[in-house]
């Protein structure tokens, strides 16, 4: 774990992604096995409130284990308030909390301005609230938000992509800014099951214009992304498989340039633990 400023964060290889709740529901016993799994990172996605009071437990109840926001919707969450939690957390837990911020979903938002506009502003407040560029990432898809998080914060923690968006991301935003992309996973090899699953999480998404885009930037036609997602769309976006399929698939992020890969297993907050325990060996972890 690094502190230094304009150093990139250290968070190891990969992370734990899930929602902010789910990992709320954790024990302490639970999230210490994670961090002694070898995750360097617990990424908590859901748009929490600007407090968020439910991070000290889980850094008070593990030793090593960072926290990252995945992400705080700047909409819904001041720049203010949020500068008051970090630097209360980064006080009781020096270095292991990563601010990560994004503009959320032009549908769900009844004013809603240019995202890099919007952002923009958001952070100019952080700086002057005193939130270091080098402790913030940034949710970033398309060219011009990965730009941005190069130039305004430590990198990208982009959502719901593949690695060739890796790739592209990485020399976007060159060899120096952070990447964290996350990748979703079903731990079966009933293809079929396993894509049933993708398709119930990725519902929501398919009718979201930011993420629509990327996926045509991607090289996904309107029949691959038009709900419930072609076959091709869904084996590219959720991995599934043996568990050296899934660890192979989660390794191209890191071979297409990624510093890091949070992974979000599609199950059950009680089945998460072994499905993180499945794969740590595989990931070579521990």
Do not use: C
């Not at 005193?130 to 914060?153: C, D, E, M, N, Y």
């Amino acid at each position: 774990m690094t502190d230094i400023p304009g150093a990139k964060p250290d968070l190891g290889t990969f992370g734990a992604f899930g929602h902010y709740l789910q990992f709320q529901q954790l024990s302490p016993q639970q999230l210490r096995d994670i961090e002694g799994l070898g995750y360097g990172a617990i990424w908590a996605g859901g748009s929490p409130p600007a407090e968020l009071e439910w991070i000290d437990p889980i850094l008070a109840a593990t030793n090593t284990l960072q926290l990252a926001t995945g992400i705080v919707n700047i909409w819904s969450a001041a720049a203010g308030p949020i500068a008051e939690s970090f630097h209360r957390i980064e006080a009781a837990y020096p270095g292991r909390f990563l601010l990560g911020i994004g503009v959320g979903h032009r549908e769900a938002i009844g004013e809603y301005r240019k995202p890099l506009d919007a952002l923009t502003d958001y952070l100019d407040k952080l700086d002057e609230y005193g939130v270091p560029q080098h402790r913030r990432v940034i949710a970033a898809l398309g060219p011009k938000v990965l730009q941005l998080s190069a130039a305004r914060s430590a990198g990208a923690h982009p959502y719901l992509t593949t690695p060739e968006h890796t790739a592209q991301a990485r020399e976007l935003i060159g060899p120096d800014a952070f990447l964290a992309p996350e990748h979703k996973v079903v731990l079966t090899t009933d293809t079929e099951k396993a894509r049933a699953v993708g398709r119930k999480a990725l519902d929501v998404y398919l009718g979201l214009t930011n993420y629509l885009n990327n996926f045509k930037r991607l090289g996904f036609t309107d029949e691959d992304v038009t709900k419930p997602g072609s076959d091709r769309f869904i084996d590219a976006v959720v991995a599934y498989g043996t568990v050296d399929a899934v660890a192979a698939r989660l390794q191209q992020h890191r071979e297409a340039g990624a510093d890091h890969v949070p992974v979000q297993v599609l199950t059950s907050t009680e089945k998460l633990v072994p499905a993180l325990t499945e794969l740590a060996g595989p990931l070579g972890l521990g």
